[in-house]
């Protein structure tokens, strides 16, 4: 036996399917050949495993490397191109679990947020008042991303189409080439989002639709033990002078022109 086979016959019971009809309606081949597959005599190929991912809604990889029978299928967070996110995750207490991405692991994300052994492997926290939803958290870089700096972490809530972003709202941006990003959602533009840094140094630009691999829309924040409530408002300020400087750089711009 293997964890495809036993994936299969459990899916398929979940399904109150008979191999005879699952064979004959679904799959297209023999009842034989099928028995074979859920017996672990004989593994499948490429375009059956593909049939039976997209009939039961699970990614391959999953399929093949995690025992589903683990995980209430009904908690399972569908995403685009037939993947899917592990169930959400609670505590003793019932509250959701929140996944922590390292700080020295953030990088990686990119290659792991599809490996269930990865997320498995994250730690967790909760925070009682989140409920009702997937929650991962991701460590801030860089000076974009006021009042967040490094060594915080913002807690994202899963959000399962583009259709869902808000104006104006917050969001944790994974794409193919930037990785993790945190900017505030501006506008649809065809085949592309507007977002903007709420530090007001850096300009709007736009993320092709095609690079985002997950969304997550601002819940919480965790700050660093020496992080001081004033600094928001010394955020305010600095955005101030950086929007002064930015105002002065336009300036010298325009003059140049006219030289």
Avoid: C
Avoid at 87 to 101: A, C, F, M, W, Y
Avoid at 178 to 202: E, H, L, M, P, Q
Avoid at 226 to 239: A, I, K, S, T, V
């Amino acid at each position: 036996m293997s964890i495809f086979s036993d994936n299969i016959r459990f899916l398929r019971g979940k399904k109150n399917l008979s191999q005879q009809s699952f064979t004959d309606d679904i799959l297209i081949i023999s009842r034989e050949r099928y028995a074979k597959y859920e017996s672990g005599r004989s593994e499948p190929p490429y375009e059956i495993l593909i049939k039976i991912s997209k009939y039961f809604h699970i990614s391959i990889d999953l399929l093949l490397t995690v025992d589903i029978r683990k995980y209430p299928l009904e908690q399972m967070v569908n995403l685009p191109d037939n993947r899917i996110i592990l169930p959400v995750v609670v505590d003793q207490l019932g509250n959701n679990s929140i996944e922590i991405i390292p700080q020295k692991a953030s990088m990686g994300y990119l290659s792991g947020y599809t490996d269930p052994e990865y997320i498995e492997s994250l730690q967790l926290i909760s925070l009682p008042f989140l409920t009702n939803g997937k929650y991962r958290a991701f460590p801030a870089q860089g000076d974009s991303m006021p009042p967040f700096k490094d060594g915080s972490y913002i807690v994202g809530k899963y959000v399962e189409s583009i259709n869902d972003l808000k104006s104006n709202r917050s969001y944790v941006f994974v794409t193919l080439n930037d990785g993790i990003t945190y900017k505030r959602f501006n506008a649809t533009n065809g085949n592309s989002i507007t977002v903007s840094a709420d530090n007001s140094f850096y300009e709007p630009y736009d993320i092709p639709v095609g690079e985002i691999v997950e969304i997550w829309q601002y819940a919480s924040g965790i700050f660093p033990e020496d992080f001081e409530h004033d600094q928001l408002d010394n955020y305010n300020l600095r955005d101030m002078f950086l929007e002064l400087r930015k105002d002065i750089k336009e300036l010298d711009h325009k003059f140049a022109a006219i030289k």
